[in-house]
């Protein structure tokens, strides 16, 4: 493999990644989970086929899960809690905590009871390794087209898995372990933690005012996951459900 293969790799990977991260934070935690925004049909298919093929995640067992986490924060009922399984059990296995409770059928049905599966779902959404073939698919193939070879793609379909599990991984460990903490609670904010997770490490931000569809509450913070959802709102693809800060924490 050539060092220019090798480096087409690992942007693309980067890319892919980052499509998921976006599409994660805006839809299924902003919009689904949180109800921040409402996003109609037109953005929510395409959101819903990217976090498809790109993740193979069903978007009511990952609402499930995150909204578990709210509810029990830092308890002995949170799925990722760095302060109840450690830090690096929640780092490097939230594959596993997350498979555990997404798979839990009860808790999906106390905590997304409002998503249930439609149409699309029981034709394609559902099927997750259909989902995650055709990801992998369409990357090998563009790498191809592009001419940097087959292997080159499958190494960015594998990085790209790895980013996006170390990634949510930091959000959930180093998100409540390391930075800053304006308010009052166990999240953290780490602004370049937000910066690669699209808005995700203002975390004590997010779990001091979770139907804010903004995560960056002071000056100078960056939060890259609200420039698309402005976007969204620009091109009437979205609409935010209060633009005022809801604290729910005293700061
Ligand atoms: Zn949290
Ligand atoms: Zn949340």
């Known amino acids: 493999m050539t060092l220019t293969n090798l480096i087409a ?3 693309a990977a980067f890319a892919v990644t980052q499509l998921a991260i976006f599409t994660t934070t805006v839809y299924l935690h902003r919009a689904l989970s949180h109800r921040a925004l409402t ?3 037109p953005a929510a298919i395409p959101f819903r086929a990217v976090i498809w093929m790109t993740t193979g995640m069903r978007p009511r ?13 830092d308890t002995a009922d949170d799925p990722h809690s760095p302060f109840q399984v450690g830090f690096w059990r929640v ?10 409770c ?3 059928h009860a808790n999906v049905q106390k905590y997304a009871r409002d998503l ?4 699309l779902d029981r034709l394609a959404f559902d099927h997750s390794f259909v989902g995650l073939a055709i990801g992998i698919t369409i990357i090998v193939v563009t790498m191809w087209v592009l001419g940097f070879g087959l292997f080159a793609g499958f190494l960015a379909a594998g990085l790209h898995g790895v980013m996006y599990v170390m ?12 930075g800053k903490q304006p308010y009052v609670n166990s999240a953290t904010n780490m602004q370049s933690l937000a910066l690669i997770t699209a808005g995700e490490g203002l975390h004590n ?9 903004r995560f960056s509450l002071h000056k100078a913070e960056l939060d890259p996951g609200w420039w698309l959802v402005r976007v969204l709102v620009k091109l009437r693809l979205a609409q935010v459900r209060h633009e005022d800060v809801h604290l729910k924490t005293a700061a």
């Open 205 to 213: 931000n997010h779990h001091a005012a979770p139907t804010s569809a």
């Open 102 to 104: 997404a798979s839990d």
């Open 116 to 119: 249930p599966p439609d149409r």
């Open 61 to 73: 067992e990952w609402v499930a899960v995150h909204r578990k986490h709210h509810a029990a924060t």
């Open 91 to 100: 780092q490097l296995g939230n594959i596993g905590l997350y498979k555990r």
């Open 9 to 11: 790799a690992v942007i």
């Open 39 to 41: 996003v109609g049909d």
């Open 167 to 178: 990634l949510s991984g930091a959000i959930n460990a180093v998100g409540h372990t390391r």
